[in-house]
């Protein structure tokens, strides 16, 4: 019997396959230019908060081309080609485009609702420290918020040996103080993550019955692995541990925005497919 086996690139689907190029061009792009001329790229494509003056809207998107070393570019590309293969064949290139493109700027922007808030809270509590600079409040702060901050933030508190009783404190203290929110303002946010979870919920939503194995040998069913990530990602992202860099909360988001959206393209009869 005479039958067609692909090979290498032709077993991915268009889109899928673009993906990967695109992502992995980006990552080597940051690393030879940072390498070789000292031109840092995620300045630019990195997402930053709308009041850092890093900040440009374009980053909405690009942020998701933009990875933070290889084993996170590795681990979302593996995710992206794992579970998003077979939703590209069975919705067809371009309506698997645009809900990797809204779930990945759906997860942006709740990520950054979520910035806005906590910046919020940074703000109203410095604005009263401002008003009443008494140690104890600037010492309250910074224990409340010292979590929100980039982890750095810890050698600026263990290089403070000033003491309440020392004059220049209270200066020194607000300086450290307007460090934290200068610092949380300032950190970039990278990766396909959003979007790559947005895949996942629409593979658990479309095949919730399929097995997925666990480290290749535990299996589970899909929509109980989507619903533990999903309690497992907003646990995470509650407990807000100072050192865990992951952007929780932007996971969530695309898982969000993609359960809308297939909802929204379910109600219309879009390519109708059985839940």
């Known amino acids: 019997m005479n039958y067609y ?13 673009n993906l990967l190029i695109i992502n992995a061009l980006f990552f080597l792009a940051t690393i030879s230019l940072k390498q070789a001329i000292g031109f840092d790229l995620e300045e630019y494509l990195a997402l930053y908060y709308f009041d ?17 070393g290889i084993s996170h570019i590795f681990f979302n590309m593996f995710a992206l080609w794992m579970f998003g293969k077979v939703l590209e064949e069975v919705w067809g290139p371009k309506k698997f485009l645009i809900y990797y493109l809204v779930t990945g700027v759906g997860a942006a922007v709740v990520h950054t609702f979520v910035n806005w808030w906590t910046m919020s809270s940074m703000m109203t509590d410095f604005a009263a420290i401002q008003n009443t600079p008494s140690p104890d409040l600037i010492l309250k702060f910074v224990q409340d918020h010292l979590s929100n901050a980039n982890p750095k933030i810890y050698d600026f508190i263990n290089q403070w040996s000033l003491t309440p009783n020392d004059p ?10 307007t460090r934290i929110i200068d610092m949380k303002m300032n950190i970039p946010t990278v990766g396909a993550s959003g979007a790559v979870y947005g895949v996942l919920l629409a593979f658990g939503m479309m095949f919730p019955n399929s097995l997925i194995y666990v480290f290749f040998a535990i299996p589970i069913k899909a929509k109980f692995f989507v619903i533990i990530y999903g309690a497992m990602e907003l646990w995470t992202g509650i407990m807000n541990d100072p050192t865990d860099n992951v952007a929780h909360f932007a996971h969530l988001g695309g898982m969000l925005f993609g359960f809308i959206l297939i909802k929204l393209w379910k109600k219309n009869d879009i390519n109708r497919f059985e839940m």
């Open 5 to 17: 086996r692909p090979g290498g690139f032709s077993l991915l689907p268009t889109i899928i396959k």
């Open 52 to 68: 850092s003056p890093n900040f440009k809207p374009y980053q909405f998107i690009s942020y998701m081309f933009m990875h933070g």
């Open 168 to 177: 220049a404190y209270i200066n020194d203290a607000m300086s450290i103080c």
